[in-house]
């Protein structure tokens, strides 16, 4: 069964930050590219990180260069968003995305809250 389980989020405030981790479980985490998309109140759901396999290539979304980071771990299955300096518009759910690197099949996690507010 696969499983991608987010964790990590909450209320923080401006200037603060959070660690998010994916973990995940039930397909070949090695074999996939993983994303980190968010969705605020309102609006669509957009890329915020992308890290590949296996080179473990990054990139973001304009809005977060600077103050997140992306990186994976293939021996624990996990992938993570360290997120600093957060704004009130980094405000939503977040969800872990896995892409297998040669199908292009997606999984989805559950999605974790982050609230940046005073």
């Known amino acids: 069964q696969v499983q991608l389980v987010e964790s990590g989020g909450g209320l923080v405030q401006p200037g603060g930050s959070l660690r998010l981790s994916c973990a995940a479980s039930g397909f070949t985490f090695s074999s996939h590219h993983m994303n980190w998309y968010r969705q605020a109140p309102g609006k669509e759901r957009e890329l915020v990180a992308g890290i590949t396999s296996p080179f473990g290539n990054t990139n973001y979304a304009d809005s977060v260069k600077g103050r997140f980071t992306i990186s994976r771990d293939n021996g624990k299955n996990t992938v993570y968003l360290q997120m600093n300096s957060l704004k009130a518009e980094d405000t939503g759910v977040y969800y872990c995305?896995?892409?297998?690197?040669?199908?292009?099949?997606?999984?989805w996690g559950q999605g974790t809250q982050v609230t940046v507010s005073s």
């Open positions: 995305n896995a892409v297998n690197r040669w199908s292009g099949y997606a999984y």
